[in-house]
């Protein structure tokens, strides 16, 4: 199976989860003088823990495989973390442009008018630059979760 197969299969995992809880929610209680509750709250928990237990092994093959294969000399675990790194900045620095363009809250002269105290054109570029890096980095990873086999 391969990589993004297993990725793939992970979220969908996932969204059971997620679907089964609110479920197993609203099957823990009933209206007083009901006969049951609309769906069995044991098996929505065995469902559950069996899902659980599923997502468990696909999440060790996933980890096992982000550690053992490598892209360009370096594992897809450190090429994650640099990935989420790139983002990271990039959305600093997109959030600081933000808030350092001057906005027209101004309805008279006589009110405080503020400034930028940084070069907001420079720090969009070096959050695009960021960006970029991000993006090159991701399209490496998702072109090689698609050729490695994973057992």
């Known amino acids: 199976m391969k990589l993004a197969e297993l990725l793939n299969e992970r979220k ?7 679907k089964l809880k ?14 049951q509750p609309s769906e069995s709250p044991e098996a929505l928990k065995e469902t559950l823990i069996g899902l659980y237990a599923i997502l468990s092994d696909l999440i060790i093959k996933i980890n096992r495989a982000n550690i053992e294969i ?7 675990m450190e090429l994650i973390a640099e990935r989420d790194h790139a983002i990271a900045i990039a959305e600093m ?3 600081l442009a933000g808030a350092a363009t001057p906005k027209p809250e101004r309805f008279s002269r006589n009110e405080i008018r503020y400034v930028s105290t ?11 630059t960021y960006s970029k ?4 980095i991701d ?3 998702q072109a090689s979760n698609w050729s490695i086999e994973v057992v």
Not at 12 to 18: L, N, R, V
Not at 70 to 76: L, N, V
């Open 139 to 141: 399209n490496k990873i």
């Open 93 to 95: 620095l997109h959030d």
């Open 22 to 35: 609110e479920r197993l929610h609203l099957a823990a209680k009933m209206q007083e003088g009901d006969s």
């Open 133 to 136: 890096l991000a993006r090159e």
């Open 70 to 76: 490598r892209i360009e000399g370096k594992m897809i």
């Open 118 to 128: 940084i070069d907001i054109n420079s720090v969009r570029k070096e959050a695009d």
């Open 12 to 18: 969908a995992i996932k969204t059971e989860i997620k």
